[in-house]
């Protein structure tokens, strides 16, 4: 600070700020005021280097607002809008529009609050209204931000029609809002840009017509092209043409109706109407507009308004040019009737008017006029033709109309109505038919009052032509109509019409009277009978009068085959057989052959049924014929007719034929058609049906067909004809399809022995097969058991297993079964069997040689629980067999569940080897029990796969020691060495203590034992604890409770001991000191390139009483330490028979209190050296 006010005393500026920059570079906080007084000597002094300052843009921790008051003094304006925060600061310093660049204040505006920038814009108008630009320009730019709206309404606080003209120009094309159109309209309006204005209102689709258009009449715009563009496009068109009639701007009128949109020229042209325009002027206008103004539009505006005349001149140029539209020429036929000039022939000659406008136009005038009209339209104006007709009574008009229409939809709808049918219809009967000379007009009249249902004015009207000589008398459809019409409406005149008139159609309208509806048989009769159609007539007669009699009587006289033919028939269903057949037999017709036949069996008429078969095979060649005629020939007895007719020339179907009289019993007549053939088994049925088996048997042989050895047997087997039947029986059981029932039917008449003697005799033949052998052994089950066994094993390969075993199951025979399931590969069903059969199905042999063939695993548990039940001394025999396929955790669980697994000891131990927990705790569980504690060690020890904290908590407690010291290894094992120690204490197994706290490798332990001692006063377990636990004691710990105890001679092996080994460590450790400092001065290296080893290795130092220091053995070995390791002669500690440590308190360790060396330890402690 001292060096710069020096400088600045001194004016020395320039140096002072490079100082400063210099200094402040780092830009902190606590430099604030000296940023702040380097900015304001620049802006007082050299505003220059102050902008510059500001550009490098590295100082911001001084006083912003006292530097925009120098930048605003220093004109730097733009500076200091950037470092004001007041806003009235802002809107001041803004109004140095002069010293400001334009974009970037333009660009300013954008960091300001919406309704400040407002503010700030307000005051730019207000101060000077060349800011205008710069107003203008913001407002484009933000006006999203700030908002339309209000900044059309700061330019209208100002009258600034050319600001909102710029401004709104520039975003029109952006926005969506009626009123921005609309001002946009309005100030271009003001400023005069017609141009623009016409545009906007042709192209833009937003602004609201109405609006615009009631600002540009109020405008007056010296051309009105806007408003005729805002009008046109949004249906303004009279208000268009009454502002510019009203305005004298008739040219603009002409140009809109010629040159803008000529379809509009009918509502400009009534609208001037309205407004009482020139004719001239009109006229004039429309020649201008020719034909490009629509007809009908015109013409309505002209006929509302009652000028049709004025439309006459150009209506008639436009006919000129050849103009078909409908509403010209409906226009030139008004103005022709309301002028009276000849309009019925134009209405008659006009092609191109419309009938229903120009008809309703003449109703009110000249309903005649009317009535030409709809005629010339010919069917589209019916309803209107005939409304005007009855109207003013013009019904003579009507009926012709209606007669020369022909159209059925008008009919039906003049003559449903009720109020003036009758004037029509009178017209029609008394004019307009007699006129008429078309016969289609006639027909579509009749047919209309048939459909109208009017039959009594129908006959009426056709009795008036068909029966008073007309031109219409013989015409065939009229005569059919009014017989037609008298049947429907009044029956009692039919019959005459049929013999009075000729030329009718008599089959058809016999049907119709032969119908449901009107059931005129007779007249039907009479019909066909003047017809000569006498086969209809007697149907007539048979069918619908049901009269067989007058029927008879009718063919006996016309004697025709096809009135027999019907008849016969006819007697044929009212079942008169004979009198039918009588009648066929007339007329020599065959053609119902198959009904006579059927007829004639059913009640039993051969003798007839052979007459008319002999007529139809005259006629008819058919094989049913002579096969039915030999069947009437055999039923009536009459072999021998029957014998000649099938030796001669015949097509009936004899094995047929035969087949039926065997059914029936006819087994004379049978043979008699199976020996013609010749059907052998045919032939052996009868003969067997007829008692005669020696023959029956020779013509088995010659079929040879099964079926017929099956029936010759059943039928000896009936007549106890047991030599035969055996003989054909051989010839049934080599067809296995056949052997069952064979076999059923000698059971169900008891003939067991000789079922078994013809099985057996069958047996030898070369057509044995396995079903022969399996029934066989089948009957052997029911019927004879002691032979069951051998059959079985002789026949093993040839029978149907699963068959017979089901047999065998059946009655029982389980040992038998199981044979047979061994056979087939069954062996889970057998050993099911066995196991569910035992006392007639089990051995133990079989029983294990098919437990090493099962599939089905569930099986050996089943089996392991049936030999628990039954076998128990054999199941560890039947557990070795399965050894490899058992789950032994499973067998284990299955077992204790029953509660016998000592049962399987053997087997539990023949497996343990696999280490599997069930077997394991099962075992143990064993071995607890029996309280064999070397068993119970050895398997502890050798597998793991058990629950070992468990059965420790359980040995814990048992009341014997051994059990207890298992538990402590138990512990051990599991690291529980605190539970083992303490144990192990409870018991005064202080070697099992000591050994204990050596293998847990923890210090705390080995000293609470050592404590322990000293507080029991056992100096010589003290001793032989710091001998075991050597490594895990500390000496101070040591040495403190043995001064405490006054145990010194007992501690000081183990102090001699550690003495020793501490001081070969730091003789080792001074030696590599010395090499380390002797390996720097050589190498003269930095001293992190060397890294000295940190371990040493444990020298083997002699002892302090000139022996080597004793080192642990490695484990296993059972070595002591060496003798004299305290200088004494050896001694044996813990002799075997004494106390644990020896026969005295520390027997073996010499006479002294120290005594000679120590002993090795029994009881498998190992010795720890000092």
Known sequence: NQVTDVLVSQGRFREVSSILLDFLKPNKPEYAHLQTKLLEMNLIHNPQLAEAIFQMGNLTHYDRNYVAQLCEKAGLFQRALEHYTDVQDVKRVMLNTHGINAEWLATFFGQLPPETCLECLTDLLKHNRQNLQLVVQASIKYHDKIGTTALIQLFENFNSYEGIFYFVGAILSQ???????????????????????????????????????????????????????????????????EYLFKNQLMKYIEVYVVRVNPQQAPLVIGTLIDLDCGEDFIKNLLVNVRGACPVQPLVEEIEKRNRLKLLLPWLEARLAEGNQEPALHNALAMIYIDANKDPEAFLKTNAFYDSKVVGAYCEGRDPHLAYTAYKRAWGSCDEELVAVTNKNGLFRLQARYLVERQSQELWQTVLSDVTHRRQVIDQVVSNALPESTNPDEVSATVKAFISAELPNELIELLEKIVLH?????????????????????????????????????????????????????????????????????????????????????????????????????????????????????????????????????????????????????????????????????????????????????????????????????????????????????????????????????????????????????????????????????????????????????????????????????????????????????????????????????????????????????????????????????????????MMLHSPSAWTHDTFMTVMQKVSNTELYYRAVGFYLDEHPELLNSLLGSVVQKVDHARVVNQMKKAGHLPLIQDFLKSVQQHNIREVNEGLNELFLEAEDFESLRNSIQEFDNHDQIALAQRLEKHELLEMRRVAVLLYKKNKRYKQAIELSKQDQAYQDAMETARDSCKEDLCELLLRFFAEISDKECFCACLHVCYDYVRPDIALEIAWRNGWMDQCMPFMIQILREYTGRVDALDKKVTHKEEEEEKQKSAPNDFNPEYMMGMPNLPGLGGHLALMPPAPGVATGPSPGAFGGAPGAMGASGGAPFGGGPMGGMGGGPMGGGMGGMSGGMPPRPF
């Open 175 to 241: 926005s969506q809002d009626p009123e921005v159109h609309f001002k946009y309209i309005e100030a271009a309006a003001k400023l005069g840009h017609t141009q623009e204005v016409e545009r906007v209102c042709r192209e833009s689709t937003v602004y609201d017509a109405q609006k615009v258009k009631e600002f540009l009449k109020e405008a007056k715009l010296p051309d009105p092209r806007p408003l005729i563009y805002v009008c046109d496009l949004h249906g303004f068109v009279a208000e268009l043409a």
């Open 469 to 833: 000589n007309s031109d219409f008398s013989n015409n065939r459809n009229l005569q059919n109509l009014l017989i037609l019409t008298a049947i429907k409406a009044d029956r009692s005149r039919v019959m005459d019409y049929i013999n009075r008139l000729e030329n009718y159609d008599g089959p058809e309208i016999a049907k119709i009277a032969l119908g449901e509806q009107y059931e005129l048989f007779e007249e039907a009769f009479v019909i066909y009978k003047k017809f000569s159609l006498h086969t209809d007539a007697v149907d007539v007669l048979l069918n619908n009068m049901e009269n067989l009699e007058r029927a008879a009587e009718f063919a006996a006289r016309v004697n025709e085959s096809g009135v027999w033919s019907r008849l016969g028939r006819a007697q044929l269903g009212q079942n008169q057989v004979s009198e039918a057949i009588e009648s066929y037999i007339k007329a020599e017709d065959p053609v119902d052959y198959k009904e006579v036949i059927d007829a004639s069996e059913r009640e039993d008429l051969y003798e007839d049924l052979a007459r008319f078969l002999q007529m139809a095979r005259k006629h008819k060649k058919d094989s049913l014929l002579d096969s039915e005629l030999i069947f009437a020939f055999a039923k009536n007895d009459q072999l021998a007719e029957m014998e000649e007719f099938v030796s001669g020339t015949n097509t009936a179907n004899v094995q047929g034929v035969g087949d039926r009289l065997f059914e029936e019993g006819y087994y004379k007549a049978a043979k008699i058609l199976f020996q013609s053939i010749p059907n052998n088994a045919k032939l052996a049925s009868c003969f067997v049906h007829l008692g005669e088996f020696q023959p029956a048997l020779d013509a088995a042989k010659k079929a040879n067909n099964p079926k017929v050895w099956k029936e010759l047997n059943s039928a000896c087997v009936a007549a106890k004809e047991f030599r035969y039947a055996q003989v054909a029986g051989m010839h049934v059981i080599v067809h296995p399809d056949h052997l069952e029932e064979l076999i059923q039917q000698y059971e169900r008449n008891g003939y067991i022995e000789e079922l078994i003697a013809l099985l057996d005799a069958g047996l030898g033949s070369e057509r044995a097969h396995v079903g022969m052998y399996t029934e066989l052994g089948i009957l052997y089950t029911k019927h004879k058991p002691d032979r069951l066994k051998d059959f079985c094993k002789t026949y093993s390969n040839k029978l149907n297993i699963p068959k017979l075993i089901r047999a065998c199951e059946s009655s029982f025979h389980w040992s038998e079964a199981v044979f047979l399931y061994c056979q087939y590969d069954e062996f889970d069903q057998a050993a099911q069997t």
